[in-house]
Structures are given as C-alpha cells and as structure tokens.
C-alpha cells in the first residue's frame, strides 16, 4: 500500500510542485494520474521510489517510511519499483534479451556484472518476462530494429523481470501511435490483473486513463481535484481538472 499524508513537494527554486497531498493506494490497483502539463504528474511518480524527495508529510510504502530510506536499504527498496518512462531507455545496440536482462545486473558480483556473465534461471527469467509481454520471438533480435511500441514492451519486460510489487510510468504511450498505445495499456491491464502488480502511469490521453484504468486520480496546480473510479469521471470532472482546456486541446 502507498500512502501520501499531507505531503508537499517544494523544488529548491521554492516552486511547490505538490500540495498537501493525501492518496492511499492499495495493493494491485492500476491508478492513471492526469492533469494539465505542469501540474505535478510526473513529480507525484517520482516522490515514490525516491527520484525526488518530498519535504513536507509523510510517504510509505508497507509501512515503510520511504524518506527514512538510507543507501542499501534505499537500492533495495528501488528494487521492488519498476520504472517505465516514455523514452524507453534500452541500449539500442545490444540484443532484446541483454536489455531484459540488464535488470540483474544489481544481483550479480562483479565478475559475472562486468563479463555479463547470467546464470541459466536468471536467462530463463528474462526469456518470460518477454513471452508475457507477447515478444518472445524478438528476444535475440537488436534493441534498435523494433518499433516504438515493441521497445516499450522490451522496457516492460525488463521491469517485469525485476519481479516489482509497484510499476510507476511516466507517459508510458506518448511517443507511441494511437494503435501501439493501445496494445501497450493493454499490456499494462493484465499485467497488473494477471500479476496483482499496481500500476501507477502519467497519461495525457484521456481517453485511454479512462478506458484503462480502474482510479482516476486527477491533479491541477499540484493539488489532487478528483479521486475515484475511471467510469465516474464526467465532463464537468474533466473540466475542472483542465481548467476547461480540455475541449481547447481536442479542438
Ligand atoms: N527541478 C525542478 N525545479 C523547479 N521546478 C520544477 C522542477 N521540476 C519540475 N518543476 C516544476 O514543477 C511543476 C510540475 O512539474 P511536473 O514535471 O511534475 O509536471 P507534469 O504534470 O508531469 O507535467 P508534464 O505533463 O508536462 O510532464 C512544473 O511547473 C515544473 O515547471
């Protein structure tokens, strides 16, 4: 479970990205986080595993008090937490599997790290973790000869091979076409049904938090403005949400 007490988030700047923020999210849930570009999305997503440290409330994930978390025990907790973001982030000129695989480098000793030395279960692992996201078959294919859509399952898989409790994603189907984003929030759903993974993503497209999602979670200036079910969000929700510049965007 993730909780956010009455957490604020002030940049070093002295901009306040996050206000007083108060949001459980149970184990197994596929929460989508819209709002306006610059509303705080991205650094509600970051505060999570710690990419950014939140200075006001308190943030735990099981109980554990996340700001409390301290080198090794930090890097472990991380571990537990996938991160998927919209630019992929595969080495390109390396095999599918390499990039699946690379999520073990944390475990491995120095030799085996330094060598790419895996052992065969670690192997078997990553192969899986490809056959659930449909893409087995390009396992031994270059990162860089597959689609958009095909490289964010690769990142998905590398993810999935972490064996995550929590999988955040930043725009995970925005430099994706409306067809592969489908497939791709399609692959995020049985994740997280199948796996019992929570899934928490940043989207832009409405449409698609709507249509995918089970929560709604909608943010404006850093401050939450709705909290509910996917299929409660009405027009009027949206419009205050983006400050009715939602039909603008759509014109
Ligand atoms: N390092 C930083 N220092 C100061 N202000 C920042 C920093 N990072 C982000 N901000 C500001 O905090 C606000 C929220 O940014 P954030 O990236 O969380 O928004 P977002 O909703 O994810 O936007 P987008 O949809 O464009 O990615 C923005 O006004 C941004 O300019």
Do not use: C, W
Not at 207 to 219: E, F, H, K, N, P
Not at 222 to 239: H, K, M, Q, R
Request: glycine share 8%.
């Amino acid at each position: 479970m993730i909780e956010f007490n009455h957490v604020s988030k002030k940049y070093p700047n002295g901009f306040e990205a996050l206000k007083d923020i108060n949001l459980t999210i149970e184990q197994g849930e596929f929460v989508a986080i819209i709002g306006l570009s610059g509303a705080g999305k991205s650094t509600l997503l970051r505060t999570i595993n710690r990419m950014h440290d939140i200075t006001e409330g308190s943030l735990t994930v099981d109980g554990t008090d996340v700001m409390q978390l301290r080198g090794g025990e930090l890097r472990g907790f991380r571990r537990k937490i996938g991160m998927i973001f919209q630019s992929f982030n595969l080495v390109t000129r390396t095999r599918v599997i390499n990039n699946v695989l690379m999520s073990k480098v944390p475990e491995l000793s120095f030799f085996r790290a330094l060598f790419g030395i895996y052992p065969k279960e670690d192997k078997l692992n990553a192969l899986e973790a490809l056959d659930k996201v449909g893409i087995l078959d390009k396992a031994f294919v270059r990162a860089d000869q597959l689609s958009g859509g095909q490289q964010q399952r690769v990142a998905l898989a590398r993810t999935l091979a972490q064996n995550p409790q929590i999988i955040l994603a930043d725009e995970p189907v925005a430099s994706l076409d409306p067809v592969t984003a489908k497939q791709v929030m399609g692959d995020f759903q049985r994740i997280n049904k199948e796996m019992n993974i929570t899934i928490l993503l940043n989207i832009h497209h409405v449409d698609l938090a709507l249509q995918y999602a089970s929560r709604v979670v909608g943010i404006r200036s850093g401050a939450i403005v709705y909290d509910g079910p996917a299929s409660e969000v009405t027009e009027e929700i949206l419009n205050e949400i983006y400050e009715g510049k939602q039909k603008e965007a759509e014109g």
